[in-house]
């Protein structure tokens, strides 16, 4: 089973940048699709970003492309996400999640059955 450990979040003024790791251990994690969610306060968690388990596939949502890039180091076992030109409707807790019931998808899925405990992302204005 993979465990999922996500890290890099704290506060940060508007405008400025913060770059999430998440360390995955326990399973065979390159043959999964990997992904990071955000839950703000009050609101449902909603889907950030994604990639496939080779790396050739991203999404985005609509309104964060061209600001969060979502990266992954299969040979560390890591996913990575920038995030710039940060503001405060950004602030959440952030979530890396990945896919183990479908290894090797060719396309980025929007349901996972693994998660981190999350991070938290405070943008101050």
């Known amino acids: 089973q993979v465990q999922l450990v996500e890290s890099g979040g704290g506060p940060v003024q508007t405008g400025g940048s913060l770059r999430l790791s998440c360390a995955a251990s326990g399973g065979r994690f390159s043959r999964y699709g990997v992904a990071w969610f955000r839950q703000a306060p009050g609101k449902e968690r909603e889907f950030v970003a994604g990639?496939?388990?080779?790396?050739?596939?991203?999404s985005y949502r609509d309104s964060l492309k061209g600001r969060f890039t979502i990266s992954r180091d299969n040979a560390k076992n890591t996913i990575d996400l920038q995030m710039n030109s940060l503001n405060p409707e950004d602030t959440a807790i952030y979530y890396c999640?990945?896919?183990?019931?479908?290894?090797?998808?060719?396309?980025?899925?929007?349901?996972?059955?693994?998660w981190g405990q999350g991070t938290q992302v405070t943008v101050s204005s």
């Open positions: 999640a990945a896919d183990t019931r479908y290894p090797y998808r060719g396309y980025v899925g929007r349901d996972y059955d693994c």
């Open positions: 990639m496939t388990w080779n790396g050739r596939e991203t």
